[in-house]
């Protein structure tokens, strides 16, 4: 049935197999199936009932481990990130070093990340020992996704301040010139001119790069109304003009 593509089919004869040979060694295995099968079909709410009828009653069984990811993967798809997370870190504990448990520890990061909670995965793994060896250039990628995608979501406010960790935390780091540039936006919004006038000058300072043109302006803007005039002109000074005889849009 299932390679006929029939998951009807399937799931009765499934259901059968459970109802009918409930001391079969072949249970755990075909729970496991018909919780795909209901997956399949989108039936999300009745595929974690056998998937969990096997992680209560089959804990020896070898799809267990695979079962317990399921579920987690179910709540994570589901957004209900506190069942995901005591799914995952189940899998984790209970088969370290497993294809599993490596991949329950990516569902357990993901989550972290989008929960903006880098910090805490980072101390989770820390106690899972080499298992899950974080690197200082993952450290650095997982701490810049978090505060860009606080920023992502316009709360400047938050943002701002995942900002300023990661630039204490990575003065050096990949994302250094974003993270300046997106702070210095955040602080710009917040009219907090002073702190935003900091870190446009820190992209203005570095080699021509995406953000230059925009830190220019912007800090002509900033020092134009501090006052600091002299400051401004050159801001607009460094801003391209067009060559000699190149018109502008529209111009005569």
């Known amino acids: 049935m299932g390679l006929l593509n029939s998951n009807n089919e399937k799931i009765q004869v499934l259901a059968t197999l459970v109802r009918e040979f409930p001391n079969s060694t072949y249970i755990p295995d075909a729970l496991y199936e018909l919780g795909n099968t209901y997956l399949a079909k989108n039936a999300t709410e009745q595929a974690k009932v056998p998937y969990k009828r096997i992680i209560d009653q089959y804990p020896t069984s070898s799809v267990h481990r695979r079962a317990l990811l399921q579920v987690g993967l179910i709540y994570f798809n589901l957004n209900r990130n506190t069942e995901a997370l005591d799914y995952y870190k189940k899998a984790v504990s209970q088969y370290p070093g497993t294809s599993e448990a490596r991949s329950a520890l990516a569902g357990i990061r993901n989550i972290y990340v989008e929960l903006n909670d880098v910090d805490a995965y980072l101390a989770y793994a820390k106690t899972l020992g080499d298992f899950a060896n974080v690197t200082i250039s993952e450290q650095d990628s ?111």
């Not at 702070?183 to 870190?199: P, R, T, V």
């Open 142 to 252: 997982l701490t810049y996704i978090a505060a860009e995608n606080i920023y992502m979501s316009g709360n400047c406010q938050s943002a701002k301040e995942h900002f300023r960790r990661y630039i204490e935390q990575f003065p050096t780091g990949s994302f250094i010139l974003n993270a300046h540039f997106y702070k210095a936006d955040c602080h710009y919004k917040l009219n907090e001119l002073h702190e935003a006038l900091i870190s446009f000058n820190f992209v203005i300072d570095r080699p021509k790069n995406m953000f230059t043109e925009q830190a220019l302006l912007s800090a002509g803007e900033i020092n134009f109304r501090l006052g600091n005039y002299a400051a401004a002109l050159d801001n607009f000074n460094k801003l391209e003009i067009p060559d000699a005889g190149t018109h502008w849009p529209n111009e005569k």
